[in-house]
């Protein structure tokens, strides 16, 4: 199932790929934005199968599956999996606390997000492109990300409604 959603993601990254990075180059946190549809498949794959792991492999599976048609090449996989594992580390961690929420899912996200800001850092120049272009680009992750959980929440519902089960 994991090897599925990955395949699906793998399709939309490469569908995405040229508009993605032509915006990355352009305006930065208009592309952090969008990129958060890269998570989608992963956190519709973690609701719907509802394993723990199950975004982190889902994005082992895209990012693997992309290598080839990405301007990032095999560093693609670096992204995914760690947007992957951050989301799914913070759903183990609430967890053990507690059931979980629905919110825990968008906290989960945002963690996420903060993460891929992070890992891109090295390839963001603050002197080129300024401190307020860095604090949109976090913005612009922390929102792609949250409204990719979103997302992921109402299709998970409707596949439900719908009957269909991982």
């Known amino acids: 199932m994991c090897a599925g959603f990955g395949a699906i993601g793998a399709l939309v990254l490469g569908v995405v790929s040229p508009a993605t990075s032509a915006l990355a180059a352009a305006f930065p946190p208009a592309y952090a934005f969008v990129a958060g549809i890269h998570s989608l498949l992963p956190f519709i794959a973690r609701r719907a199968l509802g394993f723990d792991w199950a975004a982190t492999l889902v994005g082992v599976f895209m990012g693997v599956l992309s290598v080839g048609f990405t301007a990032l090449g ?8 760690i947007s992957g594992v951050s989301f799914d580390a913070t759903l183990a961690v609430q967890r053990r606390r507690r059931p ?27 002197e080129r492109i300024g401190i307020g272009l860095l604090v949109l680009t976090l913005l612009g992750r922390l929102t792609g ?10 299709v998970t519902r409707r596949l439900n409604h719908a009957g269909i089960r991982g």
């Open 74 to 81: 095999p560093l693609i996989v670096v992204p995914l999996v």
């Open 100 to 126: 979980l929420r629905e919110s825990d899912y968008f906290v989960a996200a945002a963690v996420s997000g903060v993460m891929l800001f992070v890992v891109s850092l090295p390839v963001m120049n603050p």
């Open 145 to 154: 990300q949250i409204a990719a959980a979103g997302v992921a929440a109402l």
